[in-house]
């Protein structure tokens, strides 16, 4: 545990650390002064001054800051009931209204810039992953409901998922990411059945939980073994076992098993097989909160992407930003739309012990994969800053960048009173949503 949440500590710090770099570099390129650059919040544990900038690592090292000088003028001014601000030299107010948008959005830009260059590199340097077949269950065939999309479409278990919208889905993933990025949408299927091939439609419904787009499947696992520990390894079962029945059922594929293992049976009668010869196991599992404890783990498909060359990889980096940034975006409708807003707005916490559990889980299955999974979550996180940073809400870059085009509106500066009162509405909000994100965050992790 110790291990993921300084993984998601660091993680996180170099995102933060790209946003702030990017307020930075604007604010002394445009002519603004920078008091202070810290890397975490709360008092410095290490400070030093270089050409009057104060570099500092804070106490809590999650966020930062880029601190311009006179950046609270406006407060000063309010305080003393003057009509105008009277910003010093260097000063941030003292720039005018188009430099300040260029410094407010240069943060957000280079968390972009940050995700292109990490997709680029994946994709530059080639990369493997682990997936699933693009065969599916039904979860109405396992009893989990009834009357899903992929029911009224008529799918069936079995079939594989060829094509969606006109896209090859060689793999689970494929399928998963159009599925789920297009609730409430239209979408044609090329499905294989039994040697033929079938067109069909499908309306993903929303999940209020994910505010992912769902119809109804589970993906297909094949019951053979990769590794086993635990109680597996006490039943003398082996790596490469294919488990064919359970308690007497027939077990085609894992979900199978899962749904044995929900009703908490006392132990497993396994029938497997093993090079073409049949053996019999008893597996005794363990029972927690999180579920069944049984020690088998079973084999998954290897994608295997190959390294692209520097404008191909340049190029894929490019698209992957793009269709990630839109996602992002579409998907702040999705907050309006009764979805569970405790389980799909991660705060700090939730973030910090997603990205360590990623990290890890890759990390355990080699260094490359390690540090793939790893560039790929904190480049997906980027683009979500970015996202949220550009709202027009009062303390994020994107309100700041609003008061300067109505000061280029007005022509002239605001009066203090009305951007102190935008900006204490705006620390209202953040402080609320940021107390209910951690509220969110602690529900999560207590349920795991």
């Known amino acids: 545990m110790l291990w993921k949440i300084l993984l998601g500590f660091a993680g996180l710090g170099i995102v933060v650390f790209v946003h702030e770099l990017g307020h930075f570099l604007a604010a002394r390129l445009v002519g603004i002064d920078v008091e202070a650059f810290s890397l975490g919040w709360g008092k410095p544990i290490l400070k030093k001054k270089i050409r009057g900038v104060e570099y500092r690592i804070g106490l ?3 966020g930062g800051y880029c601190k311009m000088k006179g950046e609270n003028e ?65 979860a109405s065939d396992l009893g989990d409901g009834e009357g899903y999309p992929a029911d009224s479409a008529g799918l069936r278990t079995g079939d594989r998922i060829i094509a ?14 159009r599925i789920s990025t297009n609730p409430g949408k239209n979408l044609s299927l090329l499905v294989e059945r039994g040697g033929e091939q ?3 439609s499908i309306k993903p419904e929303l999940d209020k939980q994910t505010g992912a787009g769902k119809i109804g499947v589970y993906f297909w696992t094949s019951p053979v073994l990769e590794y086993v520990t635990g109680a597996a390894a006490a039943a003398g079962l082996q790596s490469g076992d294919r488990i064919l029945r359970a308690n007497g059922a027939d077990i085609p594929h894992t979900m199978a098993l899962a749904k044995i293992l929900e009703e908490k049976p006392p132990s497993l009668e396994l029938e497997y097989d093993r090079n073409g010869t049949g053996g019999k196991a008893t597996l005794v ?4 909160d999180a579920g069944a404890e049984t020690g088998l783990s079973y084999r998954s498909l290897k994608y295997r992407a190959p390294p692209l060359s520097p404008p191909a990889a340049l190029a894929r980096g490019i698209g992957e930003t793009g269709k990630t940034l839109a996602v ?121």
């Open 328 to 448: 992002s975006v579409e998907s702040l409708a999705l907050l309006f739309k009764g979805i569970d807003l405790t389980q799909a707005v991660s705060g700090p916490l939730r973030i910090t012990y997603m990205t360590g559990d990623i990290a890890a889980a890759g990390f355990a299955e080699g260094i490359g994969t390690g540090l793939s999974s790893l560039a790929n979550f904190l480049a997906l996180i980027s683009i979500a800053l970015c996202v949220m940073n550009l709202l027009p809400l009062p303390v994020l870059d994107g309100g700041a960048i609003v008061l300067c085009l109505i000061e280029v509106i007005k022509r002239k500066p605001l009066h203090p009173r009305t951007v102190s009162a935008f900006q204490t509405v705006g620390v209202v909000l953040i402080f609320g949503l940021l107390i209910f994100a951690v509220f969110g965050d602690i529900l999560f992790l207590v349920r795991r």
């Open 285 to 288: 599992p363990l029972y927690t």
């Open 198 to 200: 079938l067109a069909l």
């Open 164 to 177: 969606v919208n006109g896209a090859e889905t060689p793999y689970y993933h494929d399928v998963r990411e």
């Open 60 to 62: 809590f090292p999650l």
């Open 74 to 138: 406006f407060q000063e001014a309010w305080e003393k009931k003057q009509d105008t601000i009277t910003p010093s030299p260097g000063s941030f107010f003292k720039a005018g209204p188009f430099r300040r948008i260029v410094v407010s959005f240069a943060g957000p830009f280079f968390n972009l810039v940050f995700a292109v260059l990490v997709f680029s590199v994946i994709w530059g340097l080639g990369f493997e992953t682990n997936t699933l077949e693009n065969r599916i269950i039904l």
